[in-house]
Nanobody, 125 residues
């Protein structure tokens, strides 16, 4: 059974930084496309970032470019999302997700096979 467990969220002030972690158990992530989505209150879940199997390539939503960095450590079966210069509009539940379908780039939510429970990020102004 594959499980994804996120951590690292919390209540922070605007301008702070956070690093979210996602630890995967049940299979190696080296052949999984990994990504992060987020869902703000009253809004649909939206894509944030995705990373290739080796970590050599990544993709970001326009709103995430420049402040967010996705990375992965396949030896630790862990994916990270670094968020700098946090803004109140970054407030959301952040979800880690994985795809076993052989692709990692520009996948929609339905194309991911596994999801974590999410970690709450709240940014105060």
């Amino acid at each position: 059974q594959v499980q994804l467990v996120e951590s690292g969220g919390g209540l922070v002030q605007a301008g702070d930084s956070l690093r979210l972690s996602c630890v995967v158990s049940g299979r190696t992530i080296s052949n999984l496309g990994m990504g992060w989505f987020r869902q703000a209150p009253g809004k649909e879940r939206e894509f944030v970032a995705a990373i290739s199997y080796s970590g050599g390539a990544s993709d970001y939503a326009d709103s995430a470019k420049g402040r967010l960095t996705i990375s992965r450590d396949n030896t630790k079966n862990t994916v990270y999302l670094q968020i700098n210069s946090l803004k109140p509009e970054d407030t959301a539940v952040y979800y880690c997700t994985a795809s076993s379908g052989g692709r990692w780039y520009r996948l929609g939510p339905s194309e991911y096979d596994y999801w974590g429970q999410g970690t709450q990020v709240t940014v105060s102004s």
